[in-house]
């Protein structure tokens, strides 16, 4: 945890003082991620991917959020695996804030678990120069992970996994909060209101710097491919496909689902879309 409990405990106060003066839902999970969103943004498309790999991989397929904080993206996992745990280093976060820690949130890091095994584990964030990768790599046979292209593991590239003897299976590209943060501080708390002309050429620049890898070992890997290929072909019939209510703050954001970028050399590199290995 890069900041002192005193920080966050100041950081904390602007937060209550945010919401309880703001008109403006769902604002808050990109401008206080830490208290109120994760510090990764998420559809329910990136939900269901996961789960249904987890299902392809195993009939009870048991999963963990390494590093899941409060719970935010473990709790909409939990709706489709319900026995899914998390392990959070810095438990005192609960305590500091007055929050009840859920029992299915462990405080321990994940190079103290011992004798135990996951099919799956999920990395949303590392902090730069933090590697914990081989230790996450011993306890499973899948591994999804998201990170920033600007280094956030401290060298771009880090976060990778082939050399613990798994091999990627696909990846997507989604903005990051940082992306997000941007585009709600440009439209709605810039110290100068922009013109529209101004906002307009803004959204030229609109960028999406996260990336989530997916890794398996041989043993799993086909399955690996299946779960994420039906999750794939569900989320192509619009009738089907379920949204969060804060995904709206996405849309309004100019970071849709399947978007194109101006900003991205490479048009084939829509937003969560997915590119097989």
């Known amino acids: 945890m890069p900041f002192k409990i005193n920080e966050l405990q100041e950081a904390y106060l602007r937060y209550r003082n945010f919401i309880s003066n703001s008109n403006r839902p769902f604002h808050e999970r990109y401008i206080f991620p830490f208290f109120a969103g994760t510090y990764f943004t998420y559809r329910w498309v990136d939900i269901i ?9 195993s009939s009870r397929p048991t999963f963990v ?7 935010d993206f473990l709790e909409k996992i939990r709706e489709y695996l319900p026995n899914a745990v ?14 009840t820690r859920p029992d299915y949130i462990h405080s321990t890091a994940i190079e103290w678990i011992e004798n135990k095994s996951y099919d799956v ?6 902090e730069p120069g933090v590697d914990f990768r081989k230790h996450v790599a011993r306890l499973v046979n899948c591994i999804i992970t998201t990170f920033d292209e600007g280094g956030q ?35 709605y708390y810039s110290s100068t209101l922009q013109s529209d002309q101004k906002q307009y ?12 890898y997916i890794y398996a070992r041989a043993c799993v890997f086909n399955q690996v491919v299946a779960g994420l ?18 995904e ?16 991205l050399s490479n048009k084939v590199d829509r937003l969560w879309e997915v590119k097989f290995e």
């Open 49 to 57: 991917r996961l789960t249904n790999i987890a299902k392809a991989v």
């Open 65 to 71: 959020d390494v590093g899941c904080g409060y719970g």
């Open 86 to 99: 998390g392990v959070e280093k810095e438990g005192n976060i609960f305590y500091a804030f007055r929050k």
């Open 121 to 126: 584990a999920f990395v949303g964030w590392m």
């Open 153 to 187: 593991c401290g060298v771009y590239g880090s976060c990778e996994y082939e050399e613990f003897g798994f091999k990627r299976v696909a990846w997507w590209r989604t903005p990051s909060w940082i992306d997000v943060n941007t585009e709600l501080m440009n439209k």
């Open 201 to 212: 050429q803004l959204t030229k620049l609109r960028s999406a710097h996260n990336l989530w």
């Open 229 to 246: 290929k039906s999750s794939v072909a569900i989320e192509k019939e619009a009738s089907s496909r379920r949204r969060f209510d804060f």
């Open 248 to 263: 709206s703050i996405l849309d309004e954001c100019g970071f849709h689902y399947m978007e194109d970028l101006p900003s």
